[in-house]
């Protein structure tokens, strides 16, 4: 596709479920980032991968949370016992290149996840 | 005291008015500043960036940065209905903590017809 993908568009799962969001990024871009945003708020930054490594995983705020993109493509972020403070849109975007890239990041039309 | 601060709205103005939408920043590292619009249940859309100081025109829209002040404006003239959506200032430092974007809250903004 033209832009970044992700799915699913909705999701809604019970507290203390596992969940995976997936990303499929704008071919040919090795960045791929990850952020978290909550109602009202602006997007919080999670992870930044170059190519299959996460090359910043500081903003993942525990353990619950894993991010992988084994091909250097599509990624899946993965969480664990989800909790109700869980719930927001996680936003997927992807860029050319690594640093000094930002600018050039296009962003997916987000997942949102409640868990009740 | 957060790193970015932006006033949430929300913002209504007639359609023709000139907007003036604007964030205030802590973190002197700053070097890339960014204007997202983000439409309702759409991820950001990028409207403008510019590097450092100074002033960036692009058709009805102009983003100034004041480092000085760490003050950043985005100005949008004859505003349009279609104008309407959240508009999130975003920056990043240079160098290798480049990729990551600190976002403003965001400021609603409606244009009425």
Known sequence: ?116 | QKEVEQDPGPLSVPEGAIVSLNCTYSNSAFQYFMWYRQYSRKGPELLMYTYSSGNKEDGRFTAQVDKSSKYISLFIRDSQPSDSATYLCAMSAAGAGSYQLTFGKGTKLSVIP
């Open chain 1, 1 to 116: 596709g033209a832009g970044v993908s992700q799915t699913p568009s909705n999701k809604v799962t019970e507290k203390g479920k596992y969940v995976e969001l997936r990303c499929d990024p704008i071919s040919g871009h090795t960045a791929l980032y990850w952020y978290r945003q909550s109602l009202g708020q602006g997007p919080e930054f999670l992870i930044y991968f170059q190519g299959t490594g996460a090359a910043d995983d500081s903003g993942l705020p525990n353990d619950r949370f894993f991010a992988v993109r084994p091909e250097g493509s599509v990624s899946t972020l993965k969480i664990q016992r989800t909790e109700r403070g869980d719930s927001a849109v996680y936003l997927c975007a992807s860029s050319l290149g690594p640093v000094e890239s930002s600018t050039e990041a296009f962003f997916g039309q987000g997942t949102r996840l409640t868990v009740v």
